[in-house]
């Protein structure tokens, strides 16, 4: 069992920036691929970005590379999301996941935090 608990969301101008950190619990962490996926009222969740366990292999969505990165502490347990460039369309609920193993599709999670509100005014 894994529980997740995200922080870092707020209220930010467009073109600004926001830190997500996700906190893991279990001992292990390691062995999970970790994603970050957003829910914008109305729309169906969207995969955001992940990371495999070691941390070499990161994916961004279309929308967002360039733009956030994705990085794991995996002495600590969390992983984050570093979001740059922030734009209006990137206003949604923001959630952890955590998928164990390094070779399932990446929408898919075992685990899921509660989420954490971004918004970006314009």
């Known amino acids: 069992q894994v529980q997740l608990v995200e922080s870092g969301g707020g209220l930010v101008q467009a073109g600004g920036s926001l830190r997500l950190s996700c906190a893991a619990s279990?001992?292990?962490?390691?062995?999970?691929?970790m994603g970050w996926l957003r829910q914008a009222p109305g729309k169906e969740r969207e995969f955001v970005a992940a990371?495999?366990?070691?941390?070499?292999?990161?994916y961004f969505a279309d929308s967002v590379r360039g733009r956030f990165t994705i990085s794991r502490d995996n002495a600590k347990n969390t992983v984050y999301l570093q979001m740059n460039s922030l734009k209006p369309e990137d206003t949604a609920v923001y959630y952890c996941?955590?998928?164990?193993?390094?070779?399932?599709?990446?929408?898919?999670?075992?685990?899921w935090g509660q989420g954490t509100q971004v918004t970006v005014s314009s």
């Open positions: 996941a955590a998928q164990y193993g390094s070779s399932r599709s990446l929408l898919e999670y075992d685990y």
């Open positions: 279990g001992r292990t962490f390691s062995s999970y691929t």
């Open positions: 990371i495999r366990w070691s941390g070499s292999s990161t």
